[in-house]
């Protein structure tokens, strides 16, 4: 135990005499040994402060790494992208491409549009001659038209996106530097969003157009279903008769709005009673059931817009309809894989488009081969590095002892001449304080030799 104890304390003792001995200017004959012993004694303080506080600035201190890869793989930009987010770059050889080259949309459309029901051969089979002569809210009288129309807003729509799409992916991406995966996806979907924003917005103004050039036109349509003509006992021609339409328990007149609708039904036509003509007969048949879903009114385009699909997603529901429309027997029933509701309104239907899913897909990898960096550069931040440290300190040491050796015999001179200057001027009894100053600062310079 005691043995441990004293070795350290005579170590230091041992150490403390050593520096108090210790002179490096020994062989400088311009000097007293006083002084080259208080050169020494400043060199080392000074040499450990200086060393002290750039070992300090060097740690506290931010190193910015700066690295450069030749010709990075896909996987080496994503890695680097998901580390260095802010500080990767990765000029591209080629800065603008076109969109076809890495995008693409396939959308699929609603089962209605691949379906034999909008076929025009089809719908051909529908029509006969005298269609107009059922009752107004008989579904034979508008199926034709409904079908017919379903057919052209199907067409309609695909021929718009079609050319929107073409528009979209002849256009250019413009990218100075490769963008990270997550901006890329973010700006393609950002594109298929305008342009799908752009065609409901087409849609819904030549939707809107449409029903504005009805409504103001009083367009009066071939099936008698707004207006029909009437004859009079007297056999003169009145005009501009309208029909009616149930409208949520009210009538609803095809004279003030083309909006009127009744749900849809087949009718049959009973011989009347009445001998006076046999017109009347027509205006009240007998209903044998209606259809749900399936929407007649004033015109076939505003009560297709109100109309649901529901029952051509059923096989009963189309054999029922089929004996009184028999081409139907040529239609197989809606596939019901579909984003849509079967209850949604053909209007629903249309605002969206008719489309299912865009199938839209963005490939990064194309993108990044068609962009084709050279080279990428990312640099980094750096703190506590012990290897920096120590490199830095071992350049620096050298050169910082060289002008510390040099500097710590003028810094005696100056400390005598202003003692000299001092004595002169006043009394001289304070010789000693210099050399018991630095015997204090000592004890720092001792720890640094102990521990190195
Ligand atoms: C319509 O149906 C006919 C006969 O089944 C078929 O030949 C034709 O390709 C169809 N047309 C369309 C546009 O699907
Ligand atoms: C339409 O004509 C067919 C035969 O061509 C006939 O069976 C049917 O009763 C007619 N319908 C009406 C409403 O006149
Ligand atoms: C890019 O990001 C998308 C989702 O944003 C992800 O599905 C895809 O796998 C990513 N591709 C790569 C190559 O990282
Ligand atoms: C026609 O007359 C028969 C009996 O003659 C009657 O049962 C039926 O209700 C009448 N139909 C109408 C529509 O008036
Ligand atoms: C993306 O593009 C690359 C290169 O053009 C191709 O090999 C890859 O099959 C494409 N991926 C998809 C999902 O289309």
Same mark, same amino acid.
């Given at each position: 135990?005691?043995?441990?104890?004293?070795?350290?304390?005579?170590?230091?003792?041992?150490?403390?005499?050593?520096?108090?001995?210790?002179?490096?200017?020994?062989?400088?004959?311009?000097?007293?040994?006083?002084?080259?012993?208080?050169?020494?004694?400043?060199?080392?303080?000074?040499?450990?402060?200086?060393?002290?506080?750039?070992?300090?600035?060097?740690?506290?201190?931010?190193?910015?790494?700066?690295?450069?890869?030749?010709?990075?793989?896909?996987?080496?930009?994503?890695?680097?992208?998901?580390?260095?987010?802010?500080?990767?770059?990765?000029?591209?050889?080629?800065?603008?491409?076109?969109?076809?080259?890495?995008?693409?949309?396939?959308?699929?459309?609603?089962?209605?549009?691949? !379906?034999?029901?909008?076929?025009?051969?089809?719908?051909?089979?529908?029509?006969? &001659?005298?269609?107009?002569?059922?009752?107004?809210?008989?579904?034979?009288?508008?199926?034709?038209?409904? /079908?017919?129309?379903?057919?052209?807003?199907?067409?309609?729509?695909?021929?718009?996106?079609?050319?929107?799409? @073409?528009?979209?992916?002849?256009?250019?991406?413009?990218?100075?530097?490769?963008? @990270?995966?997550?901006? %890329?996806?973010?700006?393609?979907?950002?594109?298929?969003?305008?342009?799908?924003?752009?065609?409901?917005?087409? +849609?819904?103004?030549?939707?809107?157009?449409?029903?504005?050039?009805?409504?103001?036109?009083?367009?009066?349509?071939?099936?008698?279903?707004?207006?029909?003509?009437?004859?009079?006992?007297?056999?003169?021609?009145?005009?501009?008769?309208?029909?009616?339409?149930?409208?949520?328990? &009210? *009538?609803?007149?095809?004279?003030?709005?083309?909006?009127?609708?009744?749900?849809?039904?087949?009718?049959?036509?009973?011989?009347?009673?009445?001998?006076?003509?046999?017109?009347? &007969?027509?205006?009240?048949?007998?209903?044998?059931?209606?259809?749900?879903?399936?929407?007649?009114?004033?015109?076939?385009?505003?009560?297709?817009?109100?109309?649901?699909?529901?029952? %051509?997603?059923?096989? !009963?529901?189309?054999?029922? +309809?089929?004996?009184?429309?028999?081409?139907?027997?040529?239609?197989?029933?809606?596939?019901?894989?579909?984003?849509?509701?079967?209850?949604?309104?053909?209007?629903?239907?249309?605002?969206?488009?008719?489309?299912?899913?865009?199938?839209?897909?963005?490939?990064?990898?194309?993108?990044?081969?068609?962009?084709?960096?050279?080279?990428?550069?990312?640099?980094?931040?750096?703190?506590?590095? +012990?290897?920096?440290?120590?490199?830095?300190?071992?350049?620096? /040491?050298?050169?910082? *002892?060289?002008?510390?050796?040099?500097?710590?015999?003028?810094?005696?001179?100056?400390?005598?001449?202003?003692?000299?200057?001092?004595?002169?001027?006043?009394?001289?009894?304070?010789?000693?304080?210099?050399?018991?100053?630095?015997?204090?600062?000592?004890?720092?310079?001792?720890?640094?030799?102990?521990?190195?």
């Amino acid at each position: 135990m005691k043995a441990t104890t004293k070795r350290p304390t005579s170590r230091i003792k041992r150490l403390h005499n050593y520096v108090l001995k210790l002179n490096i200017y020994g062989d400088e004959s311009d000097s007293t040994l006083i002084d080259q012993l208080l050169s020494t004694r400043i060199f080392l303080l000074l040499l450990f402060l200086l060393l002290l506080l750039i070992i300090v600035y060097i740690i506290l201190s931010v190193q910015t790494h700066s690295v450069t890869i030749q010709s990075p793989s896909e996987s080496t930009f994503t890695q680097l992208s998901q580390q260095y987010p802010s500080t990767l770059s990765c000029p591209c050889l080629h800065t603008s491409i076109r969109h076809d080259r890495f995008l693409s949309l396939n959308p699929l459309y609603h089962p209605i549009c691949t !379906s034999r029901l909008v076929n025009q051969s089809f719908i051909s089979l529908l029509s006969s &001659a005298n269609v107009s002569e059922y009752h107004s809210k008989d579904y034979r009288k508008m199926a034709t038209s409904h /079908f017919q129309i379903l057919g052209l807003l199907c067409r309609t729509v695909r021929q718009m996106i079609d050319d929107s799409l @073409s528009e979209l992916l002849s256009q250019h991406f413009t990218t100075s530097e490769v963008v @990270s995966n997550e901006t %890329f996806n973010a700006q393609m979907n950002h594109l298929v969003e305008q342009l799908k924003t752009t065609n409901i917005a087409n +849609i819904k103004y030549i939707s809107d157009f449409l029903w504005l050039n009805m409504f103001y036109n009083a367009i009066l349509s071939g099936l008698k279903t707004n207006f029909y003509l009437k004859y009079s006992n007297a056999g003169t021609m009145d005009y501009n008769f309208y029909s009616y339409f149930d409208f949520s328990n &009210a *009538k609803c007149d095809c004279h003030r709005s083309i909006d009127c609708t009744a749900q849809a039904a087949i009718t049959k036509l009973v011989p009347s009673n009445a001998t006076v003509n046999p017109t009347t &007969a027509a205006q009240n048949p007998v209903k044998l059931f209606s259809i749900s879903g399936l929407r007649v009114g004033c015109l076939p385009y505003s009560s297709l817009l109100q109309s649901t699909l529901e029952c %051509f997603f059923k096989q !009963s529901c189309i054999d029922r +309809i089929q004996k009184y429309l028999p081409a139907l027997a040529f239609v197989s029933p809606l596939s019901v894989h579909s984003r849509f509701h079967q209850k949604a309104t053909v209007k629903h239907l249309l605002d969206q488009l008719f489309i299912e899913s865009w199938n839209q897909i963005n490939n990064f990898t194309a993108y990044f081969q068609s962009c084709s960096p050279h080279s990428c550069t990312y640099s980094y931040d750096q703190r506590f590095n +012990i290897l920096y440290v120590i490199v830095k300190l071992i350049g620096i /040491f050298g050169g910082l *002892k060289m002008v510390l050796k040099f500097s710590a015999p003028l810094i005696v001179k100056l400390i005598r001449r202003v003692q000299t200057c001092r004595c002169i001027s006043e009394a001289i009894d304070k010789n000693e304080i210099p050399v018991q100053q630095s015997e204090l600062f000592l004890f720092i310079p001792i720890f640094i030799f102990y521990f190195t």
